[in-house]
């Protein structure tokens, strides 16, 4: 890799990264919980697999903000966080082995 293309990598940001990640655990758990209330189980299972995919997402698992954003079943989502993570993809902060 190049010069110019380690310094255009390092300076990329993560900011989304982060809101993506507390959105989901604090409004989206909310909304889960609010919707499904007169299912209760099934709510906390989705709630559950929620929460695992947000404490993954701020730990900077691209597998995790994929799966994330396709299960929020809503295209517009799918476009910007698609581009987002396709930009950040090859990132070594999402590639590092921790």
């Known amino acids: 890799m190049t010069e110019a293309a380690n310094t255009s ?3 990329i940001g993560f900011r989304w990264w982060r809101i993506w990640a ?6 989206g758990n909310l909304y889960v919980l609010g919707t ?13 697999v929620n929460t ?7 730990r900077y698992n691209k597998y995790a903000f994929l799966i ?10 799918w ?3 698609g581009i987002y993570l396709k ?12």
């Open 68 to 77: 994330a954003t396709v299960l929020s079943i809503n295209p517009i989502v």
């Open 9 to 11: 990598n390092e300076e």
């Open 22 to 27: 507390i959105l989901g655990l604090t409004l």
């Open 87 to 98: 930009n950040r993809w090859s990132h070594p902060k999402v590639n590092s082995q921790k």
């Open 52 to 58: 695992v995919l947000c404490i993954l997402i701020l």
């Open 36 to 48: 499904l209330n007169d299912i209760l189980g099934f709510a906390l299972a989705l709630v559950a």
């Open 79 to 81: 476009i910007i966080n």
